[in-house]
Nanobody, 128 residues
Framework: QVQLVESGGGLVQAGDSLRLACAAS????????MGWFRQAPGKEREFVAA????????YYADSVKGRFAISRDNAKNVMYLQMNSLKPEDTAVYHC?????????????????????WGQGTQVTVSS
């Protein structure tokens, strides 16, 4: 089992950058595929990005591709989401999620039900 805690959210202006972090408990962090999801007010939770266990592969939603970068440090049990060129439509609660080892490429894991463990989320608000 793994517990996840997000941090790094805040209020920024359009065009600014933020880096979110997801700290994981446990000694088996490197055995989990990790992802970021977000949920805007009145909308369903949506996939943002995912990173493979070894950090060798990443996958992004089209809406953030080229602006966001997902990474992880298995030695520190932390995953990151670097968000650049933020837009008002990026405003949401950002959640990190973890799933056990899978047999598919990381780009397959883009649905909520595919993840077992979730953090409480961190609010990101981008003003225009």
């Amino acid at each position: 089992q793994v517990q996840l805690v997000e941090s790094g959210g805040g209020l920024v202006q359009a065009g600014d950058s933020l880096r979110l972090a997801c700290a994981a408990s446990g000694r088996t962090f490197s055995r989990y595929t990790m992802g970021w999801f977000r949920q805007a007010p009145g909308k369903e939770r949506e996939f943002v990005a995912a990173v493979s266990m070894s950090a060798g592969s990443t996958y992004y939603a089209d809406s953030v591709k080229g602006r966001f970068a997902i990474s992880r440090d298995n030695a520190k049990n932390v995953m990151y989401l670097q968000m650049n060129s933020l837009k008002p439509e990026d405003t949401a609660v950002y959640h990190c999620a973890a799933r056990g080892e899978g047999i598919y490429d990381v780009g397959h894991y883009v649905e909520e039900y595919m993840y077992t463990y979730w953090g409480q989320g961190t609010q990101v608000t981008v003003s225009s």
